[in-house]
């Protein structure tokens, strides 16, 4: 059973960097069948899209945020990482991790998704 | 941008079936999944591309996409089917998720 973790901290001052780690256990991280994204949902909020780390290594990310957005994989620790700069109160959301089954004509879907964790931006 | 609409909230009588709505342009052409959230919980996968359930997604959820309109219907609906449920298509390779429809069992 694949199980997805995110951790890191809870309260991020404005304009510092938000990073958050998604650790994936019962499953490789690195697999050409799957991948990998970033949701976010501020308190009573629907789900926002921040980003993935595609099959090939590759990124893409939500226009409105692909200034700020950094996705990376690090293979030998099963993780995924998410990096936002320049935060504000509007980053305050619960932030999810998830994987992403890879799927012929766009037919792409989630299949697992972590806990969430929540970031509150505030000095 | 693409955009994906649902209304906000639908309520339900228990046993009675439901539908939400999900619009945009052409989204016929594109896959829909669906996705529950539960109050405090992580989202949950039921439908993927338009009308496939995921192993042990009860039969009563179903999905259809037609023109530009696509559907989540759950039928015989229970009390532990109350929660939020959300569309989601991919356009230009990034995700885009409907607002969010609020299910009432009331």
């Known amino acids: 059973q694949v199980q997805l973790q995110e951790s890191g901290p809870g309260l991020v001052k404005p304009s510092q960097t938000l990073s958050l780690t998604c650790t994936v256990s019962?499953?490789?991280?690195?697999?050409?069948?799957?991948?990998w994204s970033w949701i976010r949902q501020p308190a009573g909020g629907g789900l926002e899209w921040i980003g993935r780390?595609?099959?090939?290594?590759?990124?893409n990310y939500n226009p409105s945020l692909k200034s700020r957005v950094t996705i990376s994989v690090d293979t030998s620790k099963n993780q995924l990482s998410l990096k936002l700069s320049s935060v504000t109160a509007a980053d305050t959301a619960v932030y999810y991790c998830?994987?992403?089954?890879?799927?012929?004509?766009?037919?792409?879907?989630?299949?697992?998704w972590g806990q969430g964790t929540l970031v509150t931006v505030s000095s | 941008s693409y955009e994906l609409t649902q209304p906000p909230s639908v309520s339900v009588s228990p046993g009675q079936t439901v539908s939400i709505t999900c619009s945009g342009d052409?989204?016929?052409?594109?896959?829909v999944s669906w996705h529950q959230q539960k109050p405090g919980q992580s989202p949950v996968l039921v439908i993927y591309?338009?009308?496939k359930r995921p192993s042990g997604i009860p039969e009563r959820f179903s999905g259809s996409n037609s023109g530009n309109i696509a559907t989540l219907t759950i039928s015989g609906t229970q009390a532990i089917d109350e929660a939020d449920y959300y569309c989601?298509?991919?356009?230009?390779?990034?995700?885009?998720f409907g607002g969010g429809t609020r299910v009432a069992v009331l």
């Open positions: 998830a994987r992403v089954i890879a799927a012929a004509a766009w037919g792409d879907y989630f299949d697992y």
């Open positions: 019962g499953g490789s991280i690195n697999s050409g069948s799957y991948y």
């Open positions: 591309q338009d009308t």
């Open positions: 052409e989204v016929g052409n594109k896959y």
């Open positions: 780390f595609y099959l090939s290594g590759s990124t």
């Open positions: 989601q298509t991919w356009d230009s390779s990034t995700v885009i």
